[in-house]
């Protein structure tokens, strides 16, 4: 069982950046391939970035390709979303996702565990 709890999120003016964090309970984090999607007011929830267990290998979707990325810390348990130039269309929930199905996924339904999400905000 894994918990996620992601923070960093909030309003911020178009060409500006936050990082996400998302941090993970249990022993197991670093086995696990984590995800980052985002969900907008009356869209489908669609998938950001996803990186493997021992940070070798990375995906993105194209909106965001050079300008989100994804690290994390196995030693902190935590994953991150540096996001930069943001643009109004970024505005969303964003989520962390954990599984331990696959080396590493963009599709949501593989991912086993979800955080509550963090709002990110981009005003134009």
């Known amino acids: 069982q894994v918990q996620l709890v992601e923070s960093g999120g909030g309003l911020v003016q178009a060409g500006g950046s936050l990082r996400l964090s998302c941090a993970a309970s249990?022993?197991?984090?670093?086995?696990?391939?984590m995800g980052w999607f985002r969900q907008a007011p009356g869209k489908a929830r669609e998938f950001v970035a996803a990186i493997n267990w021992s940070s070798s290998s990375t995906n993105y979707a194209d909106s965001v390709k050079g300008r989100f990325t994804i690290s994390r810390d196995n030693a902190k348990n935590t994953v991150y979303l540096q996001m930069n130039s943001l643009k109004p269309e970024d505005t969303a929930v964003y989520y962390c996702a954990a599984s331990n199905k696959v080396r590493i996924s963009t599709t949501r339904l593989l991912y086993d565990y979800w955080g509550q999400g963090t709002q990110v905000t981009v005003s134009s």
């Open positions: 249990g022993r197991t984090f670093s086995s696990y391939a």
